[in-house]
């Protein structure tokens, strides 16, 4: 899809699909929409009328112009109450418009970004990110594993220009850097699903460094280190590799560096779990709750994600890639409930519980982060069923030690339109999670508070660097459409809040 910006009169302007938002509650219309209304005779009005369109957030109407304009069909999106407009309206309302497009099999959608999207506290650039971001996110297929019929048809359907009518010169190149910066914050979101959507007899360890190897080649800055079971046992990775006994598959510890042009720079960890497949090990999840497993390796396709896109980003620290890879099988040589395992910070953990292994192969990785200088961690996990039984599907629980750190990914998240929602630490629950025959044990020992104790356990692996948690099990896997910009699937979650 190509996407670009034109100075024109949007009255004026040849496509197959005009996109118009309306703010609810608006008595008579203003603005571009009034413009068309005349243009078209009082079509609009009477349409608006019959069909009850208020105008209300994610609300659409289509109206033919019959040749009566140059735009073939006008598209009203609405976006809710005025007062209650945000950066992530928007993104949602050119999702859902480049969605209908898809419906109507209209190859070419045009967005007015001047007066018919009147927010005062938006800039240009902000508003063309925002409409970027919308379009290329809400128009995400994955059609990889389908048979070519399917894929002929939905090529036969898809939306192949976005063009963006800029009211003057001078706010045609600020929508142009928005369209710019927005396709990158896709592009690397997009990146993620299609690694998350993939089987996990393709999305294998080894895969995984596949693409991390891509993602080095392709770059003068990122380095690269893969550290295997040998390695990684002479590292005294014992937790980490706890995980990975019962599968055939050999695992992998990917270790990325992004090395910025500034040559004394702190140095940021971005850590994500990366279990291509998890079974729950010995201790076996039901058949139902293993369906969607090729997911519990989210977090990795995020930080790879990110790095696919930092040449571009071109951030002022020094950014480190980890991910510990495995799958978590049940075999003759897996772990067994009750096993310890020593993590490469010394400390020993008791494994009641082989299902709760993203912790323990976390706790090397965090381990490692630490021992390595990080000045500030940040790991993504679909970590605990709890937290979406607190907060849903649609949120992801951050938890840290780092007060500023917490509330800088909060205001990215907010900013990225992507739901988190802070978590305590509670110190209460810290005896829950101590062993009688180990320093710590990997499940909380009554009921409740499951992604409370969990994140108490990845604290023990971070010392006093500042850390913060994000537990994505909800939203890194949508089971059904909440946003028009989140698909069925994979939805990439936690990577445009980290480029943030």
Not at 132 to 151: D, F, I, N, R
């Amino acid at each position: 899809m190509t996407i670009r910006v034109l100075k024109t009169d949007p009255l004026k302007h040849p496509t197959d699909l005009l996109a118009v938002v309306i703010f609810e509650g608006e008595k008579k219309l203003r603005g571009l929409a009034a413009e068309i209304d005349k243009a078209l005779g009082g079509i609009v009005t009477s349409l608006m009328k019959d069909e009850g369109f208020l105008g209300k957030d994610r609300e659409t109407l289509l109206v033919q112009t019959h040749g009566r304009l140059p735009a073939r069909r006008v598209l009203f999106v609405g976006l809710g109450k005025e007062k209650n407009f945000a950066i992530d309206t928007a993104r949602q309302a050119a999702a859902l418009a480049v969605k209908r497009s898809h419906e109507y099999a209209a190859k070419s959608v045009s967005f007015p970004v001047g007066k018919a999207l009147r927010a005062p506290a938006l800039r240009f650039n902000e508003r063309a990110k925002a409409i970027s971001e919308g379009v290329l996110l809400g128009s995400y297929h994955y059609t990889v594993y389908h048979g070519e019929e399917t894929q002929k048809e939905h090529e036969k359907r898809r939306v192949e220009e976005v063009v963006l009518l800029a009211p003057d010169a001078a706010s045609a190149k600020q929508i142009e850097a928005g369209i710019a910066e927005g396709r990158l914050n896709a592009e690397a979101a997009i990146f993620a699903r299609d690694l998350v959507n993939a089987p996990a007899s393709d999305m294998t360890p080894q895969h995984l460094v596949d693409v991390a190897k891509n993602i080095a080649s392709s770059s003068k800055r990122i380095s690269l280190e893969v550290f295997d079971e040998k390695e990684a046992r002479k590292r005294g990775m014992g937790a980490f590799l706890a995980v990975a006994k019962g599968s055939d598959i050999p695992p992998y510890f990917i270790h990325l560096v992004y090395h910025p042009k500034v040559k004394k720079s702190k140095k940021v960890f971005l850590v994500g779990k990366g279990i291509t497949f998890d079974s729950g090990g010995l201790s076996l999840k039901p058949a139902k709750h293993m369906e969607s497993m090729k997911t519990d390796m989210a977090g990795g396709a995020a930080v790879l994600a990110v790095f696919s896109k930092l040449d571009a980003v071109q951030p002022k620290v020094e950014v480190h890639g980890v991910i510990p890879c495995t799958e978590n099988m049940p075999s003759g040589k897996a772990t067994k409930p009750g096993d310890i395992a020593r993590a490469m910070n010394g400390k020993t953990i008791e494994i009641l519980n082989t299902d709760a292994e993203g912790r323990v192969a976390l706790a090397d990785a965090l381990s490692f982060a630490v021992k390595e200088g990080a000045n500030t961690i940040v790991d993504l996990a679909t970590l605990t069923g709890s937290c979406i039984e607190a907060l849903g599907e649609e949120v992801a629980g951050l938890f840290g030690n780092s007060r500023p750190l917490t509330k800088q990914l909060t205001t990215a998240a907010e900013s990225a339109g992507e739901h988190v929602w802070e978590m305590p630490l509670v110190k209460e629950y810290q005896p829950l999670i101590k062993s009688k025959v180990a320093d710590i044990k990997n499940i909380g020992g009554g009921h409740g508070a499951g992604s409370i104790t969990a994140a108490l356990f990845l604290r023990e692996f971070v010392g006093e660097t500042p850390w913060a948690h994000l537990d994505i099990a909800g939203p890194a896997w949508a089971e059904k459409e909440t946003f028009p910009s989140v698909p069925l699937g994979a939805t990439g979650f936690g990577v445009r809040t980290l480029i943030e």
